[in-house]
């Protein structure tokens, strides 16, 4: 049975004065699709958020775009705490054409001629700019969102288009040629009609997008069209045809997942498709080779479970596997307890019978929101704490996670520094894979940072 948050997280969601504002109705547009445990969190969040925005967290001319700052003595630019990161530049929402000025998820793309641009999700669409060879950023252009503003938009990018959704009702999937901005006028905001490749309306709202470049698939997950908001199967093979292949609703909703092509040690699944899901209490694990006829391997619970979030495999053998969950910080739920940021560490050489193996535990106190793995090294987004970089590549020889260690870090939200708390601002997601070495960090409240990580490389990483 799904796990069902308690009513005393509203409670704990307190605002800066102590307030717990009712949720502006255009956040909550899309909420009908939602499980009873994300209906819960969404509504908690959306009700801090419109807290935020009645104190004048997001008030226009409120955070200055900034040029270089190197981190020196554990500050970058006199007010973010740093270590082995470098900020190369900060471009605010304001400057990026948001009239919201809120910010949520980010994704990259690089053009043939090798140019790196990102696409900056907001609550009213997604600005794109142009990360030039010094880190430095050029605001390119806009697309506004398809139908409303909402809080939750999220971004992924298959060869060279952009797909976009939302939890804004009707938004559907946007699907957007990133080649138009290498030619396009600055500052341009494009048409969402004439200036779409395509829009699949197959389906309203949804939480996350997901994608497979390998098969061409992208997976809408917490939509209303498959069952409680299971995986929704696009298949995007001709972008400007994107096409209905089916979903798998048998797990109810679905928070977030990774799908790949499997290449790991479990031979009866080795070059399957695999979808490794994130449930809200579960590790569930799909084999979706078969659109029509999808399945589920595993269905896992865990110690410490409050909202599972987001994970991401941990190497390229696909033996081990990262989770996060977003409430078990807020909630004292997580293992080793302490209320810092807590990522599970999963053996998943049997896809039939993953293992909890143990768990990462940060110096740092607040919520982990969404981490991508890159030769051993986690680059983590977490809220209150900004981004964390992780070395995971001990995880085969130590699984139980007593090596891992924090490489660097760079906080985006200076305001709690002083007394650090368990809350929904800072940053929302970052993007570590331009080949360049700059990460994108995309902030809730401020806007776009360009980092560089001037630390080592992971101790027990292959290369690749």
Wanted: charged content about 20%; glycine content about 10%.
């Amino acid at each position: 049975m799904k796990f069902t948050l308690l009513l005393s997280l509203a409670v704990s969601l307190t605002s800066f004065n102590g307030v717990l504002s009712s949720p502006a109705p255009q956040d909550l547009m899309g909420m009908s699709s939602m499980s009873e445990a994300m209906s819960e969190l969404a509504q908690a969040k959306s009700s801090f958020r419109e807290s935020e925005r009645r104190n004048g967290v997001f008030d226009k001319g409120r955070y200055k775009s900034k040029a270089k700052f190197p981190c020196v003595n554990g500050k970058s630019a006199g007010e973010y705490s740093c270590a082995n990161v470098d900020m190369r530049a900060f471009l605010s929402h304001e400057d990026m054409g948001s009239v919201t000025r809120e910010g949520n998820d980010v994704w990259g793309w690089t053009s043939r001629d090798g140019r790196e641009f990102g696409a900056v999700g907001q609550t009213d669409g997604t600005a794109f700019v142009e990360v030039m060879k010094d880190g430095s950023l050029k605001y390119v252009a806009r697309l506004p969102t398809q139908t409303v503003s909402s809080i939750w938009r999220d971004i992924k990018v298959i060869g060279d288009h952009a797909y976009i959704g939302s939890e804004a009702k009707g938004h559907g999937l946007q699907i957007f040629d990133m080649r138009k901005l290498t030619t396009v006028k600055p500052g341009t905001s494009f048409d969402i009609t004439k200036d779409l490749t395509a829009h699949f309306a197959g389906f309203g709202n949804s939480h996350n997008i997901v994608s497979n470049p390998e098969t061409n698939f992208i997976y809408a997950v917490g939509t209303s069209f498959c069952g409680k908001g299971g995986l929704f199967f696009v298949d995007v093979s001709d972008p400007s045809n994107p096409r209905d292949a089916g979903c798998a609703s048998e797990d109810g909703y679905v928070h977030d997942a990774q799908c790949v092509i499997y290449r790991g040690p479990d031979a009866a699944y080795r070059g399957k498709e695999i979808c490794f899901g994130y449930n809200e209490d579960t590790l569930t694990i799909y084999d979706v080779t078969d659109k029509s006829k999808p399945i589920i391997i595993s269905r896992t619970p865990y110690q410490g479970a409050a909202y599972t979030h987001q994970g991401w495999l941990a190497n390229p053998e696909m033996t081990h596997l990262l989770l996060d969950d977003e409430l078990d910080e807020m909630k004292n739920t997580a293992q080793g307890g302490n209320n810092k940021t807590t990522t599970y560490l999963w053996d998943i050489r049997k896809l039939t019978s993953p293992i909890n193996t143990g768990y990462y535990k940060s110096q740092a106190k607040a919520i982990d929101h969404n981490q991508y793995v890159i030769e051993g090294i986690s680059y983590q987004s977490n809220y209150g704490s900004g981004l964390r970089i992780v070395d995971v590549s001990s995880i085969m020889k130590s699984p139980d996670g007593h090596e891992m260690y924090e490489m660097g870090h760079f906080d985006v939200h200076p305001e709690d520094d002083a007394d650090e708390q368990n809350q929904f601002y800072g940053s929302w997601s970052v993007y570590p894979y331009f080949r360049s070495g700059n990460i994108l960090l995309n902030s809730i409240e401020r806007g776009l940072y360009s980092l560089k990580y001037t630390g080592p490389k992971a101790k027990y990483a292959k290369r690749h």
